[in-house]
């Protein structure tokens, strides 16, 4: 079992940057595949970015490729996500997941565990 923490949400100007930080709890994060999603008001949870398990695949939305870079630190049990470049667009709560089976995936049924969230707001 996992339980995730995220943090590092706020409100920032368009162009400007925040990292946002999902603290995990349990000895088997290093085992998981992580991902962050993101849903707006009255939208679809979207898939934002994931990394594997393993040092190295990590995977991006069109949408933010290149502004945004996923990065873990198992021996800290937290992922990160590094926004740069932030646009109004990118306003929404953030989600951290974790999924303990199959190849890196984008779609959120693959994720077993959440985290509650945090706020990210974008003005322009």
């Known amino acids: 079992q996992v339980q995730l923490v995220e943090s590092g949400g706020g409100l920032v100007q368009a162009g400007g940057s925040l990292r946002l930080s999902c603290a995990a709890s349990g000895r088997t994060f290093s085992s998981y595949n992580m991902g962050w999603f993101r849903q707006a008001p009255e939208k679809e949870r979207e898939f934002v970015a994931a990394?594997?398990?393993?040092?190295?695949?990590?995977d991006y939305a069109d949408s933010v490729k290149g502004r945004f870079t996923i990065f873990r630190d198992n021996a800290k049990n937290t992922m990160y996500l590094q926004m740069n470049s932030l646009k109004p667009e990118d306003t929404a709560v953030y989600y951290c997941a974790a999924d303990s089976t199959g190849p890196l995936s984008r779609w959120r049924g693959s994720y077993e565990h959440w985290g509650q969230g945090t706020q990210v707001t974008v003005s322009s």
């Open positions: 990394i594997s398990w393993s040092v190295g695949n990590t």
